[in-house]
């Protein structure tokens, strides 16, 4: 055998055993919850088998790092993606994210922004035949063992607080409010008060999405999940990057809640503030901070919960 065939069986050797290591590492029947290290902003990636739900992606392209290092590199497309609400620290990596992958479901609300990226973001949607759905609490995503409810917004919240921009429509009313389109209506609110939050159930486990909700909604949300049964968590993505917008006593003292995820990086707000993790520590809640472990990687089967950070 020639030095160059000796080269070249190396290499598919190499190549390989790359690949089949690849296969391995993401078929463990498992599911990841992953938030992402990309600065001060939100982006959370689940994976179980080959189905992706990606939940916000951060105010840049850096989510596409996060991608790569735990979708294997042949799995081009991504099954659902959520923008919990349209501000820029949320949406913006999603652009880089529809140039890169192929993305078959997008669930948004459809408060508009005037900002030029999220324009950018609609028409590439549009342009790409996205399947874009507007949800609402009783809204549910199934595939295989995980299941995605959503808790909020409600159907009557849009209906009252929603104006759309068509010309001439002066009432305020919504004939549709969970109709799929992104960026059809307007609104006096903050967009804040209008995240898409979730509740994702795998086995006996629950892992609370939480977009930048405010103090108000969280208050809403105690009873909400305490009549439903739902009192108890394994896992909360913390709002608004531990901002205090999101304190609310009501809320983590009715529900119970066993870890914390901060996503967060360099920033001048002081994310997150002390008084956050006050609150988180007064109820047991052990706190994991992107800006200080980088991704942030929880597996669990069904039974059992772990993490390498």
């Known amino acids: ?19 089949w290591l690849s296969v391995f590492s993401t078929s463990s029947g498992g599911l990841k919850v992953i938030s992402c290290n990309i600065g001060q902003g939100d982006a959370s990636l689940i994976i179980y088998k080959n189905f992706e739900i990606l939940i916000d992606g951060g105010p840049n392209n850096k989510v596409l ?37 192929k993305v078959d479901k997008i669930l948004a609300n459809a408060l508009n922004s005037s900002n030029q990226s999220y324009q950018l973001l609609k028409n590439k949607t549009l342009l790409m035949g996205i399947d874009v759905i507007n949800p609402v609490r009783g809204t549910s995503i199934r595939s295989n063992l995980i299941q995605l409810d959503i ?13 759309q921009l068509t010309a001439g429509n002066d009432s305020g009313e919504v004939s549709s ?12 609110l903050d967009p804040n008060e209008f995240s898409i939050i979730s509740l994702l159930r795998f086995g006996s486990f629950k892992f609370l999405f939480t977009g930048d909700a405010s103090v108000k909604i969280l ?40 870890v914390a995820s901060i996503s967060v990086g360099k920033n001048s707000y002081g994310h997150p503030r002390p008084e956050i993790l006050d609150l988180l520590k007064k109820h047991n809640i052990q706190v994991f901070r992107t800006d200080e472990l980088g991704d942030i990687v929880f597996e669990t089967d069904g039974n059992s919960i772990w993490t390498d950070n």
């Open 1 to 19: 055998m020639s030095k160059r065939w000796k080269i070249f069986f190396v290499l598919l050797v190499l190549a390989t055993v790359t690949v």
């Open 65 to 101: 790092d996060c991608l790569s290092t735990y979708m294997p590199f042949w799995d081009r497309e991504i099954e659902v993606v959520m923008i919990t609400h349209p501000q820029a620290d949320h949406y913006t990596g999603i652009i880089s994210v529809l140039d890169n992958y």
């Open 219 to 258: 208050d809403d949300l105690a009873t909400t999940m305490s009549e439903s049964g739902d009192n108890s968590i394994n896992y909360i993505k913390i709002p608004h990057h531990g901002s205090k917008s999101a304190l609310s006593e009501r809320f983590y003292g009715a529900i119970k809640i066993g």
């Open 151 to 163: 808790l909020y917004p409600t159907e009557s919240f849009l209906a009252e607080n929603y104006r």
């Open 177 to 188: 409010a969970s109709s799929g389109s992104l960026g059809a209506f307007e609104s006096k």
